[in-house]
């Protein structure tokens, strides 16, 4: 969804510009690889039917191919086994021209998710989420891989100028794949901020978010975060993305943050999505050239 600073006038963090500046620079750096006769490999696992997975799957597929990555999109029925999926990856742990290996979350909930993703040979975790890759990135360790949302919002941040160091950052949201990660990024000697991670139930959430020089919304709730909620000048980032139901919308739902944004500032495309996928293409990368060396 898009992000932005309230203030007067109002300033669009364009993560759609960012994502493109992004791939332009993995573009070439693919083409690097490939002089050394390396071709970045990404294989993303589909599990079951979900309509939204499977336009992010198909996302990822066309970005791979734009930039020259070769790509191997598996999709498997919603009955596919705990066993059977395990057997999946480790083939793709073995495969040498698979770099990165990405499992859609959510998985159908037979599957138990942690023991897959524990399964990914860490070298080919590019989303980030294998415990050696949440410790490395816990001791700043530039070998490990980063998850993908919470690297694109740091490299907004960074690439508007906005001033970390000693801000007070607030997010709402504890997930592995978003807010804690976050949080670390934030904390980090690159950062310096101070960082709150607040969530659904903490007490007074309004006012921990008036606190914030930075607001990072990730909790998944439609239109949570109010415009009183906001000081003024506040840098946000809305992460979330939320189907509601809409009768006027051919599909029947639109889509919406997390962020009440016609009350802070009127929506604009682009914003945190790209640049997802934009940093899993930099992870793939990474990933090619640490396998490669």
Not at 11 to 39: F, N, Q, Y
Not at 209 to 215: G, H, P, V
Request: glycine share 8%; with cysteine; charged share 20%.
């Amino acid at each position: 969804m898009p992000l932005a600073a309230p203030m007067n006038p109002p300033r669009i963090l364009d993560g759609k510009a960012l994502a493109a500046t992004v791939l332009e620079a993995s573009r070439a750096e693919a083409a690097a690889l490939h002089a050394r006769g390396i071709t970045p490999g990404l294989a993303v696992v589909l599990v079951g039917e979900d309509p939204a997975s499977q336009v992010y799957v198909g996302s990822k597929a066309r970005t791979c191919a734009e930039l020259g990555f070769y790509s191997r999109k598996i999709e498997l029925p919603a009955s596919t086994t705990q066993d059977e999926l395990l057997d999946v990856v480790r083939g793709l742990n073995a495969d040498p021209a698979i770099h990165g290996i990405l499992v859609q979350s959510p998985p159908p909930k037979h599957i138990d998710e942690a023991a897959i993703i524990r399964a990914i040979d860490p070298r080919k975790d590019v989303d980030g989420f294998h415990p050696e890759n949440v410790a490395k990135l816990v001791l700043e360790d530039p070998s490990g891989f980063v998850p993908c949302t919470p690297a694109g919002c740091i490299m907004l941040l960074d690439s508007a100028g906005i001033a970390t160091a000693g801000a007070e950052a607030v997010i709402i949201g504890r997930s592995m794949i978003v807010g804690k990660p976050l949080a670390l990024l934030l904390m980090s000697k690159h950062s310096n901020a101070t960082v709150t991670v607040a969530h659904s139930r903490s007490r007074d959430l309004p006012a921990i978010c008036r606190r914030a020089d930075i607001l990072i919304a990730a909790v998944g709730r439609p239109e949570m975060v109010r415009a009183d909620w906001i000081k003024p000048g506040a840098v946000v980032i809305d992460v979330g993305i939320n189907r509601v139901a809409d009768p006027t919308k051919k599909s029947g739902y639109r889509l919406t943050g997390d962020v009440a944004y016609q009350e802070v500032i009127t929506p604009v495309p682009g914003g945190v999505g790209p640049m997802t996928i934009a940093m899993l293409m930099r992870n793939t990368l990474q990933a090619a050239r640490q396998l490669g060396e």
